[in-house]
Nanobody, 124 residues
Framework: VQLQASGGGLVQAGGSLRLSCATS????????MGWFRQTPGKEREFVAA????????YYADSVKGRFSISRDNAKNTVHLQMNSLKPEDTAVYYC??????????????????WGQGTLVTVSS
């Protein structure tokens, strides 16, 4: 199983980035997908999640209204559209896959597969 995150980079505050996570080796449409982020010295934190069908999404309060998670089951890919970026959004962003059978999961221990991370830097 591989998860390959991409799309990170340097952007000014107020700008936008779109992260993508391409997966292989798993039945993508059966997995809940999530995005997490981590900054140096801090624990990794939940950002967003989307159910296998894409019918339900959930966001951390800190990104609600600015970020949007989506998935393309035909392409085994999940995206995170990040708008109105703030310097505090600077972090390494990780995509992850969870095989839980219920709706949404925010706890990283229930995600069994992880991508390598992509760095997002927001300058002020």
């Amino acid at each position: 199983v591989q998860l390959q995150a991409s799309g990170g980079g340097l952007v000014q505050a107020g700008g936008s980035l779109r992260l993508s996570c391409a997966t292989s080796g798993l039945t993508f449409s059966r997995y809940l997908m999530g995005w997490f982020r981590q900054t140096p010295g801090k624990e990794r934190e939940f950002v967003a999640a989307i159910t296998w069908s894409g019918g339900m999404t959930y966001y951390a309060d800190s990104v609600k209204g600015r970020f949007s998670i989506s998935r393309d089951n035909a392409k085994n890919t999940v995206h995170l559209q990040m708008n109105s970026l703030k310097p505090e959004d600077t972090a390494v962003y990780y995509c992850a896959a969870s095989s839980v059978s219920y709706g949404l999961e925010l706890r990283e221990k229930y995600y069994g597969y992880w991508g390598q991370g992509t760095l997002v830097t927001v300058s002020s």
